[in-house]
């Protein structure tokens, strides 16, 4: 059995859901059984603790907010909420030793660190890195727009690295982190327009995909230097021929396969990452829309499809090449699914 915990829109974002749910998946049977839900004002990005029984979620509010719930026996409690220092968060990312936590402000263009305690509760926000600038797409690119933060975890003992994804002004700013202050070491310029959403560090040193939201493109990068990179090869992101913005995209637990949702096709393609690009060798339909996020659990890959209400469970078969539906579960307005790591299991 994993704990899934299940992130969404709620009113205050147009969207249909409650808050946080929590469920069981039974990954011998590819069954969901809910267990709690709590309320929480769109909590769009979920991250567990990597060893302690909490929950942390980013409300994507004008009034950015990150709770700490804990999970205990099956049940939801919220522990704290706390400032973001921007508006819209839409992502989190935490420290292999669970001492640092770091948001992504969306909306206002900004990157938060956060000290946390031993037991998992949030001590305080310690820096706020500002980008500026904008991009040629004037409806998504007026201004800066972190989307994600990516943690080098092999970067020590140099110190933690941090990579800030910058859809509004098509960078990657990189960051070391001393003594809870943020300082920019790298910035990687990417393609004008390509709207960078996500960066994913291959199993291959020095390798890393980056999703192209605004240009429908799956992006190879190498690694020049800590958290500076540059584009070797691009790969459309799906093969129907009509409008795209891809989300996310995750690897096989070896690294030789690549699952990329696709929004508008609604689709998650799989692609081979043996060669020096990625080949696509197939694309599966979701079901009723746009798939924002996935988690790979085991042999099973679940679907959070925002516009469709659903989650789509999928069974990983030959390897994890092909996939195949294995379920639906209505869900309102589903935004992401975070995997309990096995540490907490």
Known sequence: MSLLGIGCYTAESDGRGTGITLADFDRASGQLTVLDSLALASPSWLVWHPSRPVLYAASEIDDGQVSAVLVEKGRLRLLASVATGGRQPCHLAISPDGRRLYAANYGSGSLAAFELAADGSIIARTD???????GPDEDRQAGPHVHMVVLDELAEPAGE??????????QVVSYRLDNGLLSAIAVTS??????????VRSAMPGRAYLVAELSGQLLTLDELGPGSFEVVATTPASEQPIRNLPAQFSLSADGRLGYLSNRYPDTIAVFGLDGPSPVRLAEYPVGPGWPRHFALAGDWLISANQHGDLLTVFALEDGGARLRSAGQYPIGTPTCVAVRPDANQ
Not at 128 to 134: K, Q, W
Not at 161 to 170: H, K, N, T
């Open 128 to 134: 706020l890195a500002a980008h500026s600038g904008h």
């Open 161 to 170: 690295l941090i990579s800030a994804v910058d859809l509004g002004i098509d």
């Open 190 to 199: 990417l393609p004008a327009g390509c709207g960078p959403r996500q960066l």
